[in-house]
């Protein structure tokens, strides 16, 4: 099989090319990364010499042209993620995951590529109250409520939309809240662990509430795995970790397993419009195609403080650049080294 990965650069593509790499030994992949902020070749630097990696745009058309010719499958993670930073500047969101995706699906649909995996989001369902008993699932409508979620929302609709119109062969995955080895030191659980282990307080938005479903990464390359493999075209498959926990939880989770004092935690000023909560239901992808969780959030938490212990010359250097960003201000796509 010959697979292109986009965005393999970043937390999720990285994890899921060393989880491919693995499993699939004979597969050639190619990555392909713009190598944004958000993007670190780092990540890739024991499977270099297992893979071919391109540093390009996914909305350059002639470069995508190019590097899906000959391919079979195309799994799309590459986009901009972060939600703060679309509240400050969408126009990057837009630009990659909007017209990224659509320039790419053309592309592949030039080189009659026969997969196409775009990666999604629950936060294009938008936000649940706290106490309701609903979950998201592949028939909730749309509802999308941050700059990231709407550039997300209107990725899903353009490879749907593709599907119908020119028969691209899609799947996609709506997902919760990744976590684990190699996130980027600007998200939660990494932001919470670094600055643990650092003695420094750990900032939770408004009152920390706001619940998420946390979802160990590993799990989140297996169900691509099955969807990639057994997944019917035209699909799409919603993934959660069935642990819902509110930022408060998942701090003191950090602090206990760690054994340091809840008097690291600061309430800070919450993001404006914050969604409260978002719960997955599964159970598609569990009976379609047999998928099931195999890491608890107490056991996830755990191997990532491990690997974060073990891993600090990986992540100081990339907190570092995102502090810096955050202390300029500047949200723009270039890499900041100064
Ligand atoms: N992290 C989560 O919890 C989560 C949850 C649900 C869905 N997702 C989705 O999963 C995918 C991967 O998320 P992640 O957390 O790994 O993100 P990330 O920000 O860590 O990685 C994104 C990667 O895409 C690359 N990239 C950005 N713009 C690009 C462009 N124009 N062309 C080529 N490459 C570009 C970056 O350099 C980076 O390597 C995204 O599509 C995201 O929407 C993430």
């Known amino acids: 099989m010959k697979l292109l990965v986009t965005g393999g ?40 010499n297992k893979i071919s990696f391109h540093q390009a745009n996914v909305a350059d058309f002639a470069a995508m042209e ?31 995951n909007v017209l990224g995706t659509d320039v790419l699906a053309r592309a592949l649909l030039k080189n009659s590529v026969k997969r196409f995996h775009h990666i999604s989001t629950d936060e294009v369902f938008g936000t649940l ?37 020119y028969g691209l062969p899609f799947t996609i995955t709506n997902c919760s809240n990744n976590y684990g080895p190699f996130d980027s030191p600007g998200r939660v659980v990494p932001v919470f662990i670094t600055n643990a282990l650092e003695d420094k307080p750990l900032p939770i938005y408004g009152k920390g509430q706001a619940v998420r479903d946390y979802l160990y990464v590993y799990d989140h390359c297996t169900a ?17 970790g069935g642990a819902q926990r509110n930022g408060l939880q998942v701090a003191e989770a950090i602090l206990d397993a760690l054994g340091k004092p809840k008097s690291l935690i600061q309430f800070v000023a919450d993001r404006p419009g914050h969604d409260i909560r978002y719960n997955i239901d599964p159970s598609y992808i569990q009976q379609k195609l047999g998928w099931k969780q195999t890491v608890s959030f107490e056991e996830g938490i ?15 250097p990339f907190k570092e650049r995102m502090d810096l960003m955050r202390d300029k201000g ?8 100064s």
């Open 129 to 165: 109250e706290l106490d309701s008993p609903d979950k998201f699932n592949e028939q909730t409508p749309y509802n999308p409520r941050s700059p990231y979620a709407a550039s997300k929302a209107a990725s899903d609709h353009i490879v749907r939309a593709y599907g119908e119109s």
């Open 302 to 316: 755990a191997k990532t403080l491990e690997w974060y212990k073990a891993n600090e010359s990986w992540w100081r």
């Open 330 to 337: 500047l949200y723009n796509t270039k890499k900041v080294t």
């Open 224 to 240: 691509i795995d099955m969807v990639l493999h057994n997944g019917v075209l035209g699909e799409t498959y919603c993934v959660g």
């Open 66 to 96: 190019e590097l899906t010719k000959g391919t079979d499958t195309v799994v799309h993670f590459a986009a901009e993620s972060h939600v703060d930073r679309s509240i400050a500047d969408p126009s990057p969101f837009l630009n990659t």
């Open 9 to 48: 650069a970043g937390f999720i593509g990285s994890n899921f090319v060393h989880y491919i790499l693995n499993k699939y030994p004979n597969y050639a992949i190619s990555v392909v990364d713009a190598l944004t902020y958000a993007g670190d070749r780092a990540r890739l630097a024991n499977v270099e």
